[in-house]
């Protein structure tokens, strides 16, 4: 099975620093990769999908961006409110794996 | 808007079976790939299991495989995970989320608000 790994575990930034999360695929997976941010006792909401593709709603400070196994979420200018984990997820095939998650904090 | 409404968790003692059901609304269920995803206490999220919109195709987990049945009525707007043979590793918050695309294979546009499963003795 394709593993998913996630780069760092968790960061802290300050207010409007520009923030990047990376996910590796163990093998190709297209451009079937999709973001989701989990905040504090709340549901997993989609960010991303198809890589770089920001879902209806989502602050455009977010972006994803794709390098062959390569997968990297930016946050522009980090806000307060961004403060969640952040998870990847392959989608190419069964099974879905998600990344191990990327903590962020405000320092 | 669309709902996803599991239930059906519970205490259980391991080697014990549950079923979950998740009842779907506010957009065209037979017309979905549904997933279930889990999460551990203090853990990250680990899919579980998916169905076409059909029921034809379905995915598990390593970890599930054997042991649970994603499966769905879609003439009642539910999707069921049946449980069975349940070890303490299975203890987590299980979601119901619907698949964004066409195929079974998707992202995950909209996810219930959750059920936990706790096994202990």
């Known amino acids: 099975d394709i593993q998913m790994t996630q780069s760092p575990s968790s960061l802290s930034a300050s207010v409007g620093d520009r923030v990047t999360i990376t996910c590796r695929a163990s093998?190709?997976?297209?451009?079937?990769l999709a973001w989701y941010q989990q905040k504090p006792g709340k549901v997993p909401k989609l960010l991303i999908y198809?890589?770089?593709t920001l879902q209806s709603g989502v602050p455009s400070r977010f972006s994803g961006s794709a390098s062959g196994t390569d997968f990297t979420l930016t946050i522009s200018s980090l806000q307060p409110e961004d403060v969640a984990t952040y998870y990847c997820?392959?989608?190419?095939?069964?099974?879905?794996?998600f990344g191990g998650g990327t903590k962020v904090e405000i320092k | 808007q669309v709902q996803l409404v599991e239930s059906g968790g519970g205490v259980v003692q391991p080697g014990r079976s549950l079923r979950l059901s998740c009842a779907a609304s506010?957009?065209?269920?037979?017309?979905?790939?549904m997933h279930w995803v889990r999460q551990a206490p203090g853990k990250g999220l680990e899919w579980v299991a998916l169905?076409?919109?059909?029921?034809?195709?379905?995915g598990y987990a390593d970890s599930v495989k054997g042991r649970f049945t994603i499966s769905r009525d879609n003439s009642k707007n539910t999707l069921y995970l049946q449980m069975n043979s349940l070890r303490t590793e299975d203890t987590a918050v299980y979601y119901c989320?619907?698949?964004?695309?066409?195929?079974?294979?998707?992202?995950?546009?909209?996810w219930g608000q959750g059920t936990l499963v706790t096994v202990s003795s």
């Open positions: 989320a619907k698949g964004s695309g066409y195929s079974y294979v998707s992202s995950l546009d909209h």
């Open positions: 506010g957009f065209t269920f037979s017309s979905s790939g």
């Open positions: 169905i076409s919109s059909d029921g034809s195709n379905k």
């Open positions: 093998q190709g997976i297209s451009y079937y």
């Open positions: 198809a890589a770089s």
């Open positions: 997820q392959k989608y190419d095939s069964a099974p879905l794996t």
